[in-house]
C-alpha cells in the first residue's frame, strides 16, 4: 500500500492504463507540459510523448469530438475537462454523439471514451469552476456516471472506467484532490470489484446516508456527530451514477428503514429525487418514514462567499437525520 | 486556385467564381492546375461516372417516392448534387474513411452501399444504416457539423501510425455556421491531420440561403485557418473528381488538411417534409437545371462521339434494376421484436437498463396466452 493524494492516485491510474494499452491517448487543455491545472497528468508527456498526451486548442466540443474520431480509429481517449462548468459546451458532442453511436450502430462502433472532469465546489473558485452537471449525464442513456470519493477508488476505477468499452463521465471532486489514502498500486483489476458498485463507508443501523463524491466526507463528520448522541448512521457512497446499485442501497434502506440522501448539487429532477424514487419503489414496506433529500439549493452557483451557504454541511445533514427520526428539528422549530 | 474573396451578391454570380473544367454547356474548358489531375480520365471513365450519376438520381427519386408512398419516415434528397458526390467520392482509396452529413446518398452508393443501405435508418429500423466498417463510412450524420470532428479525430489516429490513409467529411454550406466545422479546422489545422473537408454548398440550408451563413465564399475561410483550398464548381464531375485527387493527394503526402468547397445546388427539398416553393423562386431553380450535372456531362460526351445509345440505354437499365433492388429491400425489411429496443445501448451490462428491460419483458409476457 502507498500512500497517495487522489490527484496522486488519478495521475498514477493513468500512467498505468497507458502503460497497459498503447490504445490509450489523452487529450485536453493544458495536460501537457504543464500536467494540467490540477497536475493531474504531471509528468506523463515526458513518459509518453506528445502523440499520446495531447494538449489541444481551447476548444471543449473539439476535444470531445476529436475524441470520438479517435474512437472510431480503435483508440481509448481520455479526455480532460478542464473545470465542470466547461463542460457544456462539448455536451452535444457527449450527449448526441459519444453516448449514442453505440446504440445507434448495433454495437459496431464501440466509444471507449473516459470524460474526466474536476467537480463540484467548496474550493472558493470563480464563476463556472464549481458545477454539479452529473444530473445531465446519469439522465443520458449511453453513458456511465461514476464519482470517486478517494484514493483508492480513484485509482482503480479510472482504470476500470478507461478499460470499459463505454464511455464514462468520471467526477473528480476537485475539494478533495489533495486528500491522502492508502492505494494500492499493484492490484489487479481482475480481482477489484466492479465500478458500477456501491459501498458502505461506514455501518449503522439506524439511517442510511447516500451520498457520493465529497459529500461522503461530509456525510462521515455527521455521523461522527451523530454517534455522540447515540444515533448510528450508515454511511453509503453511490461511486456509481449510472448505474446506481439498487442492490447494495436497498440491503442497508432494508436494515435502517430510514433513508437520507446527500449532494451538493441542486435539487429539482437531480439524482436525490431519482434515488429516493427508486429506493421507494423497492423498499417501500421497509421504511419507517419518508425519505429526505439534502442538496444544492436550486440557484446557480453561488458566488465563493456564499457557497457555505449553499453547500450541505453536517447540521443539514444531522437535521435531515432527525427529521426521518421523527426528532425534534429545526425545519419546524418542535417536535415533529 | 487561389481562394475568392469577393463578396456573394447573389447565387448566379457567385458560381462563375469557382473553378472549372466542363461549361455548363459541356465544352471543356483548360485548366492550368486542374487539367493534370484528370489527364488520365478517358471516355470509358467519363461513362462510368455518367453512370454512377444516372443511378445516384434514381435511388434519390426512388427514395422520394418511397417517402412519399409512406414507406420511409423520411428521406432527404440528393438531387442536382450527383457530380459533387460522385465526382469527389471516386477518388478516394478504398481504406479512406468518410464521416457524412445525411444526404450524402451518392458518398455511400460510391463506397459500395447495398439496396436497403439507403433506407434502413430513414425507415426507422436502426439508428444508422449501414455496417460502417465495411464502408468504411460513419453513419449518417444529422446533428449539423458533427461528424467534422470526428474526421479529424480519426485522421489524429492515421497521423500517429504514419498510415497512407485520408479522413474525409462531407458536409453543407449551413454547417458551416457550426462552431463544430469551424473548431475541426482549427484541430486539423494545429495537428496537420490528414483530412479533406468537402463543403457542399447546395445554396438552401433548409430556407436560409448561402448569405445567410456566408458573406464571402466559403471556400475563402480555409487559409484563414492555415489550410489551403477550392473552390469548384459542384455540377462538374470532372472538376470535383480533380479538386478532391489534389486534396487527397495533398492530406496523404503528409501536408495536413485541405479544403474544397463545391458549389451546386439542391433542386429538391431540403427534406419530404419541406417545401422549398415558399422560399425560393421558379426562376433560380430553372437557371440551376440548365446547369444540371448529368445534362452538362452527357453534352460533352455527344459531342466527342462517346455518348452510345447502348451506353445510354445500359445506364438506364442499372438504374431502375438498383431502384427495383432498393425498392424490394425497403418493403421486405422485418421490424426488429420490442425487447431490440433495449439491445445496444451499452457494451458491457448496465444494471440499470437491465432492470428495465426485464420489467418490460414481464409486462410483455403478461400479454401471452390472450386471445
New interface residues.
Given amino acids: 500500500m502507498t500512500e497517495l493524494t487522489l490527484g496522486k492516485a488519478l495521475g498514477a491510474g493513468l500512467r498505468q492504463a497507458m502503460r497497459d494499452d498503447e490504445k490509450v491517448?489523452l487529450l485536453g487543455e493544458d495536460i501537457g507540459k504543464l500536467g494540467g491545472v490540477f497536475r493531474i497528468t504531471d509528468g506523463l508527456l515526458d513518459e509518453f510523448g506528445a502523440?499520446r498526451v495531447?494538449d489541444?486548442?481551447l476548444?471543449e466540443?473539439?476535444i470531445?469530438?476529436?475524441?470520438?474520431?479517435?474512437?472510431?480509429?480503435?483508440?481509448r481517449?481520455v479526455v480532460e475537462i478542464q473545470f465542470d462548468g466547461f463542460v457544456y459546451?462539448a455536451f452535444?458532442?457527449i450527449v448526441?454523439?459519444v453516448a449514442?453511436?453505440?446504440?445507434?450502430?448495433?454495437?459496431?462502433?464501440?466509444m471507449?471514451i473516459t470524460i474526466r472532469i474536476p467537480w463540484a465546489g467548496g474550493i472558493g473558485a470563480a464563476e463556472h469552476h464549481s458545477e454539479s452537471p452529473e444530473a445531465y449525464f446519469a439522465h443520458t442513456?449511453?453513458l456511465?456516471v461514476i464519482a470517486v470519493s478517494n484514493p483508492e477508488d480513484a485509482y482503480r476505477s479510472l482504470r476500470q472506467a478507461i478499460a470499459?468499452?463505454?464511455p464514462v463521465v468520471f467526477f473528480e471532486p476537485k475539494r478533495l484532490y489533495h486528500h491522502k489514502g492508502e492505494v494500492d498500486l499493484e492490484a489487479s483489476l481482475a480481482d477489484a470489484p466492479p465500478m458500477?458498485l456501491a459501498r458502505v463507508v461506514r455501518q449503522g443501523t439506524d439511517v442510511t446516508v447516500l451520498t457520493y463524491g465529497a459529500m461522503v466526507s461530509t456525510a462521515l463528520q455527521a455521523a461522527e456527530a451523530a454517534e455522540d448522541e447515540g444515533i448510528a448512521l450508515e454511511v453509503v457512497d453511490l461511486r456509481s451514477l449510472?448505474?446506481?446499485?439498487?442492490?447494495s442501497v436497498a440491503a442497508s434502506v432494508r436494515k435502517t428503514g430510514r433513508v437520507v440522501v446527500v449532494h451538493e448539487a441542486s435539487r429539482e429532477a437531480g439524482l436525490a429525487p431519482e434515488v429516493i424514487a427508486s429506493v421507494t419503489e423497492r423498499c417501500f414496506e421497509y421504511l419507517e418514514s419518508a425519505p429526505v433529500r439534502v442538496t444544492g439549493h436550486d440557484v446557480p452557483y453561488p458566488p465563493a462567499k456564499l457557497e457555505k451557504y449553499h453547500l450541505p454541511d453536517l447540521d443539514r445533514i444531522l437535521d435531515a437525520v432527525d427529521r426521518v427520526l421523527d426528532r425534534p428539528h429545526s425545519l419546524t422549530g418542535a417536535d415533529a | 486556385m487561389s481562394p475568392q474573396t469577393t463578396p456573394i451578391a447573389d447565387t448566379a454570380q457567385d458560381l462563375e467564381l469557382s473553378e472549372r473544367i466542363l461549361a455548363p454547356d459541356g465544352t471543356r474548358v483548360p485548366h492550368a492546375r486542374l487539367d493534370a489531375f484528370v489527364a488520365d480520365v478517358d471516355a470509358v471513365q467519363l461513362r462510368a461516372l455518367h453512370r454512377d450519376m444516372v443511378i445516384l438520381r434514381r435511388i434519390d427519386a426512388e427514395g422520394v417516392a418511397l417517402q412519399r408512398q409512406g414507406q420511409l419516415g423520411l428521406w432527404a434528397p440528393c438531387q442536382g448534387q450527383e457530380a459533387t458526390q460522385i465526382g469527389t467520392a471516386r477518388a478516394l482509396d478504398p481504406q479512406d474513411?468518410v464521416?457524412p452529413s445525411y444526404r450524402e446518398t451518392g458518398v455511400i452508393y460510391a463506397r459500395g452501399a447495398q439496396p436497403g443501405d439507403y433506407v434502413r435508418m430513414w425507415r426507422g429500423e436502426?439508428?444508422?444504416a449501414y455496417?460502417?466498417?465495411a464502408l468504411r463510412v460513419?453513419?449518417l450524420q444529422i446533428?449539423i457539423g458533427?461528424q467534422?470532428?470526428?474526421?479529424?479525430?480519426?485522421?489524429?489516429?492515421?497521423r500517429?501510425e504514419s498510415a497512407p490513409e485520408v479522413?474525409v467529411t462531407y458536409f453543407g454550406d449551413g454547417a458551416t455556421s457550426q462552431?463544430?466545422v469551424n473548431?475541426?479546422m482549427?484541430?486539423a489545422a494545429?495537428?496537420q491531420a490528414p483530412v479533406v473537408f468537402v463543403c457542399q454548398n447546395n445554396h438552401w440550408a433548409i430556407s436560409e440561403p448561402v448569405a445567410v451563413q456566408s458573406q464571402y465564399p466559403i471556400a475563402g475561410r480555409a487559409p484563414g485557418f492555415g489550410i489551403p483550398s477550392l473552390r469548384v464548381d459542384g455540377n462538374d464531375v470532372l472538376a470535383c473528381l480533380a479538386a478532391m485527387r489534389w486534396a487527397l493527394a495533398h492530406a496523404r503526402a503528409g501536408k495536413g488538411p485541405a479544403y474544397i468547397e463545391a458549389v451546386t445546388y439542391r433542386m429538391g427539398p431540403h427534406t419530404t417534409a419541406d417545401d422549398p416553393t415558399r422560399y425560393r423562386d421558379d426562376a433560380e431553380l430553372e437557371s440551376w437545371r440548365r446547369r444540371d450535372p448529368i445534362a452538362r456531362l452527357e453534352a460533352y460526351l455527344r459531342a466527342s462521339g462517346e455518348l452510345p445509345d447502348e451506353h445510354l440505354a445500359e445506364t438506364q437499365a442499372a438504374a431502375d434494376a438498383v431502384a427495383k433492388e432498393m425498392r424490394a429491400a425497403c418493403l421486405g425489411m422485418v421490424t426488429r421484436p420490442p425487447l431490440a429496443v433495449f439491445?445496444?445501448?451499452?457494451?458491457?451490462p448496465?444494471?440499470?437498463?437491465e432492470?428495465q428491460r426485464d420489467e418490460y419483458a414481464a409486462y410483455l409476457a403478461s400479454f401471452e396466452g390472450e386471445a
Fill in positions: 491517448v502523440a495531447i489541444t486548442p476548444a466540443s473539439g470531445v469530438g476529436t475524441a470520438v474520431g479517435l474512437a472510431f480509429r480503435g483508440y481517449p459546451p452535444d458532442q448526441s454523439q449514442k453511436l453505440h446504440y445507434r450502430t448495433q454495437g459496431r462502433v464501440k471507449p442513456a449511453g456511465r470499459s468499452d463505454d458500477g449510472s448505474p446506481v446499485d439498487y442492490d | 474513411y464521416f436502426e439508428g444508422a455496417d460502417p466498417a460513419a453513419p446533428i458533427a467534422t470532428l470526428h474526421a479529424v479525430g480519426y485522421a489524429l489516429g492515421i500517429h479522413a462552431g463544430d473548431e475541426a482549427i484541430f494545429s495537428y439491445d445496444g445501448v451499452y457494451a458491457e448496465h444494471t440499470g437498463l432492470r
